[in-house]
Each structure stands twice: as structure tokens, then as C-alpha cells.
């Protein structure tokens, strides 16, 4: 599976690579959904460049929205920065006075560690308008490409397929994120979306999870070689939900390539061919055994790989 990615932050680098316009009305859609539901997640790195490059009153609205949503974050930690600190005065004051609660100086240490980690997040909060990292994980909303008719758009979704028919937002019983190439034709999620409902997933690198050689888990992620961006085929639905109208999609896997394979892991997304970008993208009237089989129109890609 594709544990998270890299994305592309700078929109006008995929309306230059891809030759497409961006759908703001998406990412209105996708702010006022983060707005009411706190889970609901965008990545920094597309505020920080909405804030910098804002020109139209809907971007100027976006970039309001995001500098509001980054001082709540703030206020929540420094509420709670301000609570740790006192914990950490109550600990030392003990401390000194000689008390003999078991492991306090454990705690204390703890605690001096959750303050820590409480001022990085509020330094980086601060640093949002600068700089913020384009990394997505399931449940963050990502650019992806469709086709209208007309013209090709760039629409923010939610990384993590909802349902027609779902009634959370946040329903994570399953792995929606991901749609497996041998299910395309028969499963119960993906079937009503596959050979309707198309669209291209760009980013610079994918993360995944892998046994090290002590057999813990580590994070590393791939990245082709000579390549600066690369995208998957994705699929995508539209659901009316309570906080609003979700875009959500799902990156199409297969079997991996050698190197990804040596690595410990067992999924690849699909990097399609440009020249099948259309046929992708318009699948309506296209067998969908054949859409199956585009699927094998691959670019040939090495992927380096390094320990996140």
C-alpha cells in the first residue's frame, strides 16, 4: 500500500507539468470541511503556499481560513504547554523536598520531554505562513487530476475513499486509502468507481512500512530515480455527508518492482503511462477488462529508497 506521500505543494508547477487549471471551489470545499471537523487534515505545505500566493477574494478567504486554523492549533498546545510546565515546577519542588513517590524522577523527565515536544509543535504552527511540509497520510486532503470535459482541473480530495453511502467521515474499519488492481472488478468499494470515475495522483516520493533487521517497523520511502515527480491512476467518489460535500480517492496498487520488493514490501502504486493519461482519464465506453489491462502501461521506473 502507499502508507503516505510527498506531494506537490507549488500548484503552479503541476498547472505547468500537467497543463491544468486549478478547481479552487475543491479547496473551498475541503477548508470549510477541516473547519467544522478537526480531524479532517490538509497539508501545511498547501496552506503555507495558499497564504504566500493568494490573489482572489475565494483565495484570500482560503488563506484567512488556514492562518485560523493554525492560531487554534497554537492556542490548543499552548494551553497545554502552559499545564506541563506547572507539572514539571510540582515535580522538581518534590523532588528537592525529598518526597519518595515511586518514580518521580522518571516522571519528571517525561514530563520535561512533553514540554519539548509541545514548543517544537508551537514553533512550527508559528512558522506556517514560511513554510509548512507537503507530506500526506490517509485522511489528509492531496491535488488530484481529473478530466471535465472541457479541461483538465486539479481538485483537492480526501486521501481515503468515503463511500456514496457513508454516513462518517472519519470511518477507518477499512483500508479506502489503497485500491488493489486484482480487486478493481469485484469489490464492493471499488466497482462502482472503476471505468467511471478516474483521476491521477502526483507526488515526489511514497512511504511505507517495512520489518528492519531487528524486525521492528520502519518507516522508508522511495523516490525514482531521475525523476522529480511521478503520479499514480486513482479513483475517486462523491459523497454528501453531514459536515459537507467530500471528494475522496484511492491510489490503484500493484505488484511491486524488484527493488521494492527486496525492501520487504508488497505493493506498488500504479505510475501509468502519459500516453494513457486520456483513455484513463475518460474511461466512459472502455471495457473495463481493457482499463484492467492500461494498467500494465507502466513508466519504466528504478525507485531509490532511504530510511524516513
Known amino acids: 500500500m502507499c502508507y503516505s506521500a510527498m506531494i506537490e505543494a507549488d500548484l503552479r508547477k503541476l498547472e505547468k507539468q500537467f497543463g491544468v487549471k486549478i478547481d479552487w471551489s475543491s479547496f473551498d470545499e475541503a477548508f470549510n470541511i477541516r473547519s467544522k471537523y478537526s480531524q479532517s ?27 485560523a486554523h493554525y492560531q487554534a492549533e497554537i492556542d490548543k498546545f499552548s494551553a497545554k504547554l502552559k499545564k506541563y510546565e506547572q507539572d514539571v515546577k510540582d515535580f522538581e519542588a518534590k523532588l528537592k523536598s525529598g518526597s519518595k513517590i515511586k518514580d518521580l524522577e522518571s516522571k519528571l523527565q517525561k514530563r520535561r520531554e512533553t514540554v519539548e515536544w509541545h514548543k517544537e509543535k508551537i514553533n512550527y504552527y508559528e512558522r506556517i505562513e514560511e513554510t509548512g511540509a507537503p507530506r500526506v497520510f490517509p485522511n489528509f486532503f492531496a491535488p488530484v487530476i481529473v478530466d471535465q470535459g472541457k479541461e483538465k482541473l486539479v481538485k483537492l480530495m480526501r486521501y481515503h475513499v468515503c463511500p456514496k453511502n457513508g ?40 512511504y511505507e512500512s517495512v520489518a528492519g533487521a531487528n524486525g521492528q517497523a520502519k518507516i522508508i520511502y522511495f523516490e525514482p530515480k531521475e525523476k522529480e515527480i511521478m503520479w499514480s491512476a486513482a479513483i475517486y467518489e462523491e459523497a454528501k455527508i453531514e459536515p459537507g460535500f467530500l471528494r475522496s480517492f484511492a491510489a490503484v496498487t500493484d505488484e511491486p518492482p524488484p527493488e521494492v520488493a527486496e525492501t520487504g514490501h508488497d505493493r506498488c502504486p500504479v505510475f501509468l503511462s502519459e500516453d494513457k493519461f486520456e483513455l484513463w482519464l475518460n ?18 521506473t528504478y525507485f531509490e529508497h532511504k530510511a524516513a
Open 283 to 300: 474511461p466512459t465506453g472502455i471495457p473495463r477488462e481493457e482499463l484492467v489491462k492500461l494498467l500494465d502501461s507502466k513508466v519504466p
Open 167 to 206: 454516513k462518517e467521515l472519519n470511518a477507518f474499519k477499512y483500508n479506502l486509502f489503497n485500491a488493489r488492481r486484482d480487486r478493481l472488478l469485484d469489490s464492493r468499494t471499488w466497482k462502482p468507481l472503476f471505468g467511471k470515475q478516474h483521476a491521477i495522483f502526483p507526488f515526489h516520493r511514497f
Open 41 to 67: 487534515m490538509i497539508p501545511s505545505g498547501l496552506d503555507s503556499y495558499i497564504i504566500q500566493n493568494a490573489e482572489t477574494p475565494l483565495q484570500k478567504r482560503l488563506a484567512k481560513m488556514a492562518k
